[in-house]
Protein backbone atom coordinates (compact mmCIF):
# COMPACT_ATOMS: atom_id res chain seq x y z
CA UNK A 1 0.00 0.00 0.00
CA UNK A 2 1.56 3.23 -1.07
CA UNK A 3 1.53 6.35 1.44
CA UNK A 4 -1.35 8.47 -0.07
CA UNK A 5 -3.34 5.22 0.44
CA UNK A 6 -2.69 4.93 3.97
CA UNK A 7 -2.80 8.77 4.59
CA UNK A 8 -6.34 8.60 2.57
CA UNK A 9 -7.48 5.70 4.74
CA UNK A 10 -6.26 7.08 8.03
CA UNK A 11 -8.04 10.38 7.54
CA UNK A 12 -11.26 8.69 6.31
CA UNK A 13 -11.25 6.54 9.61
CA UNK A 14 -10.71 10.09 11.71
CA UNK A 15 -13.86 11.38 9.99
CA UNK A 16 -16.21 8.92 10.73
CA UNK A 17 -14.56 8.40 14.06
CA UNK A 18 -14.83 12.36 14.80
CA UNK A 19 -17.91 12.85 12.65
CA UNK A 20 -20.01 10.36 14.79
CA UNK A 21 -18.58 11.93 18.06
CA UNK A 22 -19.39 15.76 17.00
CA UNK A 23 -22.53 15.01 16.20
CA UNK A 24 -23.68 13.88 19.46
CA UNK A 25 -22.36 17.78 20.79
CA UNK A 26 -24.10 19.73 18.26
CA UNK A 27 -27.28 21.75 20.23
CA UNK A 28 -30.25 19.72 19.41
CA UNK A 29 -28.93 16.73 17.82
CA UNK A 30 -27.34 14.52 20.59
CA UNK A 31 -30.84 14.22 21.94
CA UNK A 32 -32.52 12.66 19.07
CA UNK A 33 -30.30 9.78 18.76
CA UNK A 34 -31.72 6.50 20.10
CA UNK A 35 -30.01 5.02 23.03
CA UNK A 36 -28.93 2.03 20.75
CA UNK A 37 -27.37 4.33 18.35
CA UNK A 38 -25.65 6.50 21.13
CA UNK A 39 -24.29 2.94 22.81
CA UNK A 40 -22.83 2.10 19.46
CA UNK A 41 -20.62 5.26 18.71
CA UNK A 42 -19.02 4.60 22.13
CA UNK A 43 -17.57 1.51 20.05
CA UNK A 44 -16.21 3.20 16.96
CA UNK A 45 -13.12 4.83 18.34
CA UNK A 46 -11.89 0.40 19.63
CA UNK A 47 -13.34 -0.44 16.28
CA UNK A 48 -11.06 1.97 14.09
CA UNK A 49 -7.88 1.18 16.06
CA UNK A 50 -8.60 -2.24 15.67
CA UNK A 51 -9.15 -2.05 12.10
CA UNK A 52 -5.62 -0.14 12.40
CA UNK A 53 -3.77 -2.55 14.03
CA UNK A 54 -5.18 -6.17 13.08
CA UNK A 55 -3.48 -6.35 9.50
CA UNK A 56 -0.14 -5.33 10.99
CA UNK A 57 -0.48 -8.23 13.84
CA UNK A 58 -1.19 -10.88 11.50
CA UNK A 59 0.54 -9.88 8.15
CA UNK A 60 3.51 -7.71 8.49
CA UNK A 61 5.00 -8.31 5.22
CA UNK A 62 1.50 -8.09 3.44
CA UNK A 63 1.21 -12.17 3.69
CA UNK A 64 0.37 -14.34 6.37
CA UNK A 65 2.12 -14.98 9.29
CA UNK A 66 1.24 -17.43 12.04
CA UNK A 67 4.19 -16.73 14.29
CA UNK A 68 5.63 -13.15 13.98
CA UNK A 69 6.81 -10.77 17.10
CA UNK A 70 4.04 -8.40 15.98
CA UNK A 71 1.75 -11.05 17.12
CA UNK A 72 3.98 -12.39 20.32
CA UNK A 73 4.31 -8.95 20.95
CA UNK A 74 0.15 -8.31 20.99
CA UNK A 75 -0.57 -11.73 22.84
CA UNK A 76 2.23 -10.95 26.05
CA UNK A 77 1.02 -7.48 26.03
CA UNK A 78 -2.75 -8.38 25.88
CA UNK A 79 -2.24 -11.10 28.57
CA UNK A 80 -0.30 -8.64 31.17
CA UNK A 81 -2.51 -6.18 31.28
CA UNK A 82 -5.44 -8.75 31.62
CA UNK A 83 -3.37 -10.34 34.60
CA UNK A 84 -2.21 -7.21 36.03
CA UNK A 85 -5.00 -4.56 35.16
CA UNK A 86 -1.86 -1.98 34.52
CA UNK A 87 -1.54 -0.71 31.06
CA UNK A 88 1.80 0.85 31.29
CA UNK A 89 3.43 -2.28 31.90
CA UNK A 90 1.42 -4.55 29.50
CA UNK A 91 2.98 -1.67 27.25
CA UNK A 92 6.15 -1.78 28.13
CA UNK A 93 6.71 -5.59 28.79
CA UNK A 94 4.91 -6.58 25.57
CA UNK A 95 7.52 -3.54 23.73
CA UNK A 96 10.31 -6.14 25.37
CA UNK A 97 8.96 -9.41 24.20
CA UNK A 98 8.05 -8.16 20.79
CA UNK A 99 11.75 -7.01 20.53
CA UNK A 100 13.35 -9.85 22.37
CA UNK A 101 11.40 -12.37 19.65
CA UNK A 102 13.03 -9.98 16.74
CA UNK A 103 16.38 -10.72 17.78
CA UNK A 104 15.48 -14.94 17.50
Do not use: N
Not at 14 to 19: C, E, K, M, P, S
Not at 43 to 59: D, H, N, S
Amino acid sequence: MDILTTIGLLLGMALVTYGLRVCFFLPGVGERFPPVLRQAASYVPVAVLTAIITPEIFMPQGHWQALSPQLGGCIATGLIVWRSKKLMLGIVLGMAVYYALRLL
